[in-house]
């Protein structure tokens, strides 16, 4: 019922669906009076008019579906990247937590190591 009001040519604040009833907007009825009750040649026009619209308009969803599926897929795939990117820093962060002391322990040897041969070459001269 809305396609056929869409495809002639009805704006959306012409007309309001209720529960079992569609109202118009004051001489709105009028005009779809008037067209309803024309020639059959006419009848047959608004009916082309009709079933015109309905295929443009399941065309636009099925574009709208293909063009929303392809915006998921993209979405899935920079989630499952950044998800990578978070574990990848979170077993970096552990293995920084578990190794550090070793680390700085190893870092305090050289510079000690460096210094005792300063000292050395010193005594030495």
């Known amino acids: 019922c ?27 009825f009028a005009e779809f009076d008037t067209l309803m009750r024309s020639d059959p040649q006419s009848v047959k026009a608004t009916i082309h008019l009709v079933q015109k619209w309905l295929q443009k308009s399941k065309w636009k969803k ?3 579906c293909a063009l929303s599926v392809i915006k998921l ?31 700085q322990t190893l870092v305090k040897i050289n510079n000690l190591s460096a210094q005792v041969e300063e000292i050395s070459s010193l005594a030495k001269s």
Do not use: C
Not at 2 to 28: E, I, M, T
Not at 76 to 94: C, D, E, N, P, V
């Open 2 to 28: 809305k396609a056929s009001l869409k495809a002639l040519g009805l704006k959306d604040n012409d007309f309001k669906f209720g529960v079992s009833k569609v109202f118009f907007r004051s001489g709105k």
């Open 73 to 103: 897929k993209n979405k899935i795939l920079t989630r499952g990247q950044a998800s990578i990117m978070i574990q990848k820093t979170f077993r970096m962060h552990l293995e920084k937590k578990k190794h550090g002391p070793r680390y």
């Open 62 to 64: 099925a574009q709208w």
